[in-house]
Structures are given as C-alpha cells and as structure tokens.
C-alpha cells in the first residue's frame, strides 16, 4: 500500500488537506495526517502544508522532532510544500525580526509591503494578499499537467518567497510585485497558494502530485 504522509507539526487545518488527496489518491492509497517522524520517514511521499508566522513554524517543527525527517523526505521523495511550508524551505525569513529556516534552498522570504508598493491603481496595497490570483507557469513541471497557464488559485499570506535562484521559480503571480508563486527541484514542488481550496484546478495540481515519478 503506498503511503502519502501530511505532515502535522500543529499549525494549519490539515484535515483539508487530507480529504483532498484523499479525494484524488488511486485506491489503496494511504493518506495519514502525522507528527510522527517514523511515519513522515516510512512514507512514500510527503505533503508539508502550514500556516501562521515562521518563527512559531520553526519552533514547531522541532518541538515535534520533525527537522530531520524533513530534510530527509526533501532529499529523496515526492515532496509537496505548501503555503508556509513553502517559505520555511528557503534560508531564511524577515518575518519575526528575522528566522532562520530549513534552508533547503538558499534565499529570502520577504514581506510582501516592502517598500510601500501600491495596488497598482493608485491604492494602498492589500495585506495580507488574501483570494484568488493568477498563477503564471514560468517553466513546465509535470504538476502543471492539465493546468491552463494563467489559472486562478486561492492564497493567503503576507511574506512571499525570494529564492536566490531564479531557476527554481516554476511560477509566478503579481501582488504589488511579481513574486514566486511555486518553486520546483528534483523531487520538490513547494506552492505559496493552497492547492485544497482551489477548487477543481487545485484537486489537479494534487491528482499530478499523486502520480509524480520524479
């Protein structure tokens, strides 16, 4: 039976989550919403979603004994990060007067108010940057598979991800800037918007993650 473990470090409704995956999963597929290493490292693929401040997301995850298994399943499986467990992936984040990450990637998350940008009509710019948006396909990735460039998925957050490589950005969205909405290496996809509340779109992006061979 295979195993798709979403990984439960305490913040976020991952029931969601799991009824989502659950929902697109072919028959005799496991989802278990766990915050057991053991389980994260028996998994054959792993799902890391999050909300709330990196900083509390950090303390989490070590609390729960996670770190390693996270870099581990980062390294070697199909691995889906998602909204904050996107941004901890980088280096580093400005949230908190600065946090230090997982540091899977090299660079920077940033708040989206930098600099006092405007909405682009003359208004003050939304924060958080909260709804739906425009995902730009900035390169092809099998997530995308059956995707329309330009699709609209749900976001919630107030930082964005600053990778130091601009090769890693496998999408894009504008929100006062133009910012990474997904990041892609090797086995990793990592997406700043939430896939289970994006509809039917969202359950596509899932469906691909499900049946990825990286």
Known sequence: MSTIAVVDYGMGNLRSV???????????TR???????????????????????????MRAIDAHGLRAPLLAAARSRPFLG?????????????????????????????????????????GALKIPHMGWNAVTQARAHPLWAGIADGTRFYF????????????????????????????ARDNVFA??????????????????FVAWEP
Not at 18 to 28: D, N, S, Y
Not at 157 to 174: E, N, Q
Request: charge should be negative; glycine fraction near 12%.
């Open 191 to 208: 997406c700043q918007f939430h896939p289970e509340k994006s509809s039917h779109d969202g359950l596509r992006l899932l469906a691909n």
């Open 82 to 122: 998602m909204c904050m467990g996107l941004q901890v992936l980088l280096a580093h984040s400005e949230e908190n007067e600065g946090t230090d990450c997982l540091g899977v990637f090299e660079g920077t998350v940033r708040f989206l108010g930098l600099d006092g940008r405007d909405d682009g009509q003359g």
């Open 156 to 183: 919630v957050h107030s930082y964005f991800a600053d990778p130091a490589d601009d090769a890693l950005v496998a999408g894009t969205t504008d929100h006062g800037r133009t910012f990474a909405a997904a990041i």
């Open 31 to 57: 989802v278990t919403v766990t915050d057991r290493a053991a389980a994260i490292e028996g998994a054959g693929r792993v799902v890391f979603p999050g909300q709330g401040a990196a900083r509390d997301c």
């Open 18 to 28: 799991a009824k989502a995956l659950e929902h697109v999963a072919p028959a005799g």
